[in-house]
């Protein structure tokens, strides 16, 4: 099993920029692939950005160019990284970390390739 927590979510203006994280905890070695994905209201849930094996990328087209993935691990933790900037308020949602153990060059941002997905980090960006 794995647990995935997400923090650094919070309220900006527009043009501001947050850096949320999500640090997953138990079976790591499940966590091969994982994604950012995020769902506004009365909206569908979106991917934003993945990330996998030697740190290949994905990104939403919305967010290309604005936001940026990384990863931290070592044998004890890993930690999934969304440095977000230029925020829009179009980019305001509920934020979540997912994860799967498939090895994806780059991972793919649809949710049904994830297994494992954390509770949710707020985002909000006023104009």
């Known amino acids: 099993q794995v647990q995935l927590m997400e923090s650094g979510g919070g309220s900006v203006q527009s043009g501001g920029s947050l850096r949320l994280s999500c640090a997953a905890s138990g079976n790591t070695g499940s966590t091969n692939s994982m994604a950012w994905f995020r769902r506004a209201p009365e909206k569908e849930r979106e991917g934003v950005a993945a990330i996998g094996p030697l740190n290949s990328t994905r990104y939403a087209d919305s967010v290309r160019g604005r936001f940026i993935a990384a990863q931290d691990s070592d044998s004890a933790k890993k930690i999934l990284f969304l440095q977000m900037n230029n925020l829009k308020p179009e980019d305001t949602g509920m934020y979540y970390c997912?994860?799967?153990?498939?090895?994806?060059?780059?991972?793919?941002?649809?949710?049904?390739?994830?297994?494992?997905w954390g509770q949710g980090t707020q985002v909000t960006v006023s104009s």
């Open positions: 997912a994860a799967s153990p498939s090895r994806w060059f780059p991972p793919p941002l649809a949710a049904t390739a994830y297994e494992y």
